[in-house]
């Protein structure tokens, strides 16, 4: 199947879902007034569709899998600023784990497109 835009990804597709959670959860307390931390979490959760997003614009399969690869990285800076927050009691337990699990497959599923794309003969 011919993927003509980033927005037929579902990783894409799926990275903005994980990125309007993330939005949600830092316009809540005790978040919305942790500037810092909410900054970042909201950056490195859009960076995961953008980074998707701009290699795909590229036109280039080197490129794309040096993005893809970024983007793998900000799902795991991601799940790391979490990690970080449940621990400072500013994100549940609960939120945590389920964004956690999302953030894996994810993962799992840019890992497996950055592999199809490395073994792909033109």
Do not use: C, H
């Not at 599923?109 to 592999?115: D, P, R, S, V």
Request: proline share 1%; aromatic share 10%; no cysteine.
């Amino acid at each position: 199947m011919k993927v003509n835009s980033f927005e037929e990804l579902v990783i894409w597709q799926r990275a903005i879902k994980i990125g309007v959670q993330i939005y949600r959860l830092a316009d809540q307390s005790p978040l919305k007034n942790d500037y810092k931390s909410r900054d970042q979490l909201i950056g490195s959760a859009v960076s995961i569709s953008n980074n998707i997003a701009e290699g795909f614009e590229y036109n280039n399969r080197v490129q794309f899998i040096k993005f893809l690869g970024y983007a793998k990285g900000s799902a795991g800076e991601l799940r790391s600023q979490l990690a970080f927050l449940v621990e400072v009691n500013r994100v549940s337990k609960e939120e945590y784990l389920s964004i956690k699990e999302q953030l894996i497959g994810l993962s799992r599923q840019i890992k497996a497109l950055i592999t199809y794309l490395k073994n792909k003969k033109d």
